[in-house]
């Protein structure tokens, strides 16, 4: 069975989880890199029908917003992230398209950290 796609609590009042989005029925993670990566009319549907969701959780890497060739990241590493191989300028635009349909959803924009306390 999967795990729930809203937060719980492990065993009924244990560690408190706060699950990164996915979509319905297939379970795609909505994450940095398939934002990223995505073409944009997947991104958008992705976004979309993942933002229908109770709880809607971009999980962002510092690597997320890495530019490959400025930041001097080895080729070693850049064959394996395929997200490292999309220009910084492209990054930008997927993550504030994604955040901008996030906003227009009336999610508001809170740490993880805020979200458990409350």
């Not at 809607?56 to 394996?80: K, M, S, T, Y």
């Not at 635009?93 to 809170?110: H, K, M, Q, S, Y």
Request: net charge neutral; glycine share 8%; hydrophobic share 50%.
């Amino acid at each position: 069975m999967p795990a729930p796609t809203v937060p719980y609590r492990h065993g009924g009042g244990g560690l408190l989880e706060l699950p990164i989005s996915v979509t319905p029925i297939a379970r795609l993670h909505v994450i940095g890199m398939s934002v990223i990566l995505a073409p944009a009319w997947m991104r958008r549907h992705l976004v979309g029908v993942a933002l229908r969701a109770p709880f809607f959780n971009l999980e962002l890497h510092g690597i997320d917003l890495a530019d490959a060739a400025a930041d001097e990241i080895p080729p070693a590493l850049v064959a394996r992230q395929p997200d490292l191989r999309r220009p910084l300028g492209h990054k930008l635009a997927a993550l504030d398209e994604t955040l901008t349909a996030a906003r227009a959803a009336g999610d508001r924009f809170v740490t993880l950290r805020d979200y458990a306390g409350a």
